[in-house]
Nanobody, 126 residues
C-alpha cells in the first residue's frame, strides 16, 4: 500500500493561489489513480479532483472547476493541486488519496480510495 504525505497548505487571501503537493512512496506510483479530497469539522469529506495514472485525464468537482488544476509528475512520485482564485469556502483540510482501481468521474467518494495522507490545512481569508 502506498504511503502519502501532503504539503503546501497554509493561509492565503481570497483571490490568491496555493499549490499543494502529495509525495507517494512504497508503491508503483504510475499504477495509481490519485485524488484530492477536502473536509471541514463536522462535515463529510468531499471530492475535489482526480487524475488517471497516466495523467491524461482529469476530473473536478463543479465547485472548483476552472479554478483548481490537478497534475502529477510520475518521475517524482508526486501529485499536485494548483489552487487559483481561492475563496473562503475552499477553507478545509485537504487530503491526498490513491487507489489502483477507480471508476473515475466528476463525483468520487472516500470509499473509492484505500490509501490516504494525513492532510494539510488550507485557510482562505476574506
Amino acid at each position: 500500500q502506498v504511503q502519502l504525505v501532503e504539503s503546501g497548505g497554509g493561509l492565503v487571501q481570497a483571490g490568491g493561489s496555493l499549490r499543494l503537493s502529495c509525495a507517494a512512496s512504497g508503491g508503483t506510483f504510475i499504477m495509481y489513480y490519485m485524488a484530492w479530497f477536502r473536509q471541514n469539522p463536522g462535515k463529510e469529506r468531499e471530492f475535489v479532483a482526480a487524475i488517471t495514472p497516466s495523467g491524461r485525464r482529469t476530473y473536478y468537482a463543479d465547485s472548483v472547476k476552472g479554478r483548481f488544476t490537478i497534475s502529477r509528475d510520475n518521475a517524482k512520485n508526486t501529485v499536485y493541486l494548483q489552487m487559483n482564485n481561492a475563496q473562503p469556502e475552499d477553507t478545509a483540510v485537504y487530503y491526498c488519496a490513491a487507489d489502483k482501481s477507480v471508476t473515475v468521474s466528476n463525483k468520487l467518494y472516500p470509499t473509492d480510495f484505500n490509501s490516504w495522507g494525513q492532510g494539510t490545512q488550507v485557510t482562505v481569508s476574506s
